[in-house]
């Protein structure tokens, strides 16, 4: 059941479920009914709308778990109390503050806990998955790329892009579906070379070194690994939020059951793959330091750095074309972009 389906079953037992105990506990039905249950309503869809942003935004699936059971543990509390309400008198502020205040806090810390571990085992699974495929590493400590990869997975710092980025994708989104990714390279390169000189000029002179084959020996091993626990439909690799992660730019596989098109891509956050890690980006080290520079906050740059983004996306997903000439376990489609980006480039095995 997808996060969407349970996010309109969680809303719809918030509005219904108090009004129906006190429906049956007194054999009664009235409009009071229902108003005892604006308080879990009022409580609980931020709760679920955090899950859901966490779940499509962030692609932290046990995070938005932990988030969607804390806010149906809640309700369930709210309804209890609701019947307790109605059999000792408008009592609300008395019952509901006291289940928040203590419901809340363990919840959030469970989910902290829980994001915690996720991460640090992400992170070990990836130096392992890197260093079997050969490809090198470059991390000045596990501890500290960890911390930064939680902090942006909860929020702590976010990815802008100004309008000519969305202007820019918006008019490659039919050469993109194309395939062409030659021509949408050309159009963005131009683009930003006609901005006036900044320091994230630079991307026009570097290229990405990653091995293609290298790359595919990866993916190929992964493609193995998660084929041999269900067959494989569709896969899809997206770089970190590489503009906030400035210490080491990767891509992570994932892989799913079946492939959902390229009209709604809210599929792409419910793969069935475990998280074996990623393989790193080499050969844009100097436009990392540009990113972890005064320059990224410098609003001088602002349509420098939106373009220049969407022109390391580009790069990277022609990247992934070159690499998936050589991957033997490639049989199905393969998708490729950024960490927030919607502008998502279908590999195809023949391109």
């Known amino acids: 059941m997808s996060l969407t389906c349970k ?5 719809v037992t918030a509005v219904f479920s108090p009004a129906v105990i006190a429906f049956v506990a007194f054999g009664r039905w009235s409009q009071d009914n229902l108003y005892i249950s604006i308080p879990a309503v009022v409580y609980l869809v931020p709760i679920l709308l ?34 307790w309400a109605e059999l000792h008198g408008p009592i609300f502020g008395q019952i509901y503050i006291p289940a928040i ?4 806090p363990f919840g959030l810390m469970a989910i902290l806990n829980r ?8 992170h070990a699974a990836y130096q392992d998955t890197a260093a079997n495929s050969g490809i090198a590493l470059r991390l000045q400590s596990a501890r500290l790329v960890a911390a930064v990869a939680e902090f942006g997975s909860l929020g702590v710092s976010t990815t802008t892009m100004s309008n000519i980025s969305f202007e820019l994708q918006d008019q490659l989104a039919p050469i993109l579906r194309s395939g062409d990714l030659a021509q949408c ?16 000029h630079i991307i026009l002179d570097l290229p990405i070194t990653t ?19 269900f067959k494989i439909e ?4 997206e770089m970190n939020g590489f503009d906030i992660n400035t210490d080491l730019w990767f891509c992570q596989p994932f892989a799913y059951r079946k492939y959902g098109g390229l009209d709604d891509f809210d599929w792409l956050s419910d793969w069935q793959s475990d998280e074996e890690g990623g393989f790193a980006i080499e050969g844009l080290e100097q436009l990392q330091a540009v990113y972890a520079s005064d320059a990224f906050r410098d609003d001088r740059f602002d349509d420098a750095c939106s373009v220049t983004s969407l ?38 095995r023949d391109a």
């Not at 994001?115 to 992400?122: G, H, I, L, V």
């Not at 390279?185 to 994230?200: C, G, Q």
């Not at 569709?234 to 690799?237: D, Q």
Request: charged share 20%; glycine share 4%; hydrophobic share 55%.
């Open 7 to 11: 996010i309109v079953i969680a809303v």
């Open 50 to 83: 955090v899950s859901l942003l966490v779940r499509r935004l962030f692609r932290a699936k046990k995070v938005a778990a932990s988030i969607y059971i804390l806010g149906m543990g809640t309700l369930l509390i709210m309804a209890i109390a609701s019947l």
């Open 101 to 104: 205040v203590l419901t809340f």
């Open 115 to 122: 994001s915690t571990e996720t991460k640090d085992d992400a």
């Open 185 to 200: 390279e050309r159009i963005v390169s131009a683009r930003l070379a006609a901005l006036p000189a900044s320091p994230f």
């Open 211 to 229: 091995d293609a084959e290298g790359l595919a020996a990866g993916f190929d091993e992964f493609f193995q690994q998660q084929g041999a626990r």
């Open 234 to 237: 569709a896969a899809y690799t």
């Open 311 to 348: 022109l390391v996306v580009i790069r990277f997903q022609d990247l992934m074309r070159r690499a998936a000439s050589h991957m033997k376990e490639l049989r199905f489609p393969l998708l490729a972009t950024a960490h927030d980006y919607d502008f998502i480039y279908e590999v195809r």
